[in-house]
């Protein structure tokens, strides 16, 4: 290589390199804003945690989560969010994979759809439904939190009326175990002192048939000495 030749070597191997780093710097941007994008998501909404529109096969969504989760993974960036984002990611993809989770999400959603439709007073053959707009599917999308946080309610004051009944329920067990516990030890005390009972009956038996206490044979003599006199 000449002399001349070594400048424009140079300044090619700075180019590269800055290139690499412009490479590297949006490719942390686009963690980071991906980061961003999953935790401001309603967490309730999985397709909107996966950025997925709802009735997208299986594939789709295994497709799309593997896409995400290698892009966010907290081993692949410095962002100390990583963890929380990749872990709301790994949860939406285990819910809309399981047929009774995806199903109550789905069914929320079309709910969702038909409410907005009533407040509208419109039809499911009105132009804005049939190909919505922007705001149509905006509007669909609060409409849907709304529905999925009563939804969530309702599951939550369910599942704490059924931990109180289960609680009463196991009191109720608890002292009945209790109870047939204290009979056990009631009657092993009982059977303890039996011999000790009957021992003292033994005993009392037999000074009855020994003779007469003393006090009675007192009285006796009293009486003999008071006829000899009469």
Not at 8 to 35: C, G, P, R, T, W
Not at 53 to 77: A, C, W
Request: one cysteine or more.
């Amino acid at each position: 290589m000449t002399t001349s030749e070594k400048p424009v070597a140079d300044e090619a191997q700075d180019e590269l390199a800055a290139l690499d780093a412009l490479e590297k710097e949006a490719s942390e941007f686009n963690k980071d804003a991906e980061i961003d994008r999953i935790l401001k998501a309603f967490r309730l909404d999985a397709y909107a945690v996966l950025n997925l529109q709802p009735g997208v096969p299986d594939s789709q969504i295994k497709i799309q989560y593997r896409k995400l989760s290698l892009l966010i993974h907290p081993d692949k960036t410095a962002n100390p969010s990583a963890p929380d984002a990749f872990d709301r990611l790994k949860k939406a993809q285990t819910e809309l994979m399981d047929p009774k989770q995806r199903t109550h999400l789905d069914e929320c959603i079309s709910d969702a759809r038909m409410l907005l439709i009533r407040e509208r007073k419109l039809t499911v053959d009105s132009p804005e439904v049939k190909e919505p707009n922007r705001e149509f599917i905006e509007a669909w999308r609060k409409k849907t939190v709304e529905v999925l946080v009563d939804a969530e309610a309702r599951r939550r004051k369910q599942l704490k009326a059924q931990l109180q009944e289960e609680g009463r329920e196991q009191r109720k067990q608890d002292e009945e175990v209790a109870e047939r516990k204290r009979r056990r030890e009631h009657e092993v005390k009982w059977e303890e002192s039996r011999e000790n009972r009957i021992g003292s009956w033994r005993d009392f038996k037999k000074g009855a048939a020994g003779g007469p206490a003393k006090g009675e044979g007192e009285g006796k003599q009293k009486k003999k000495k008071l006829k000899v006199l009469g």
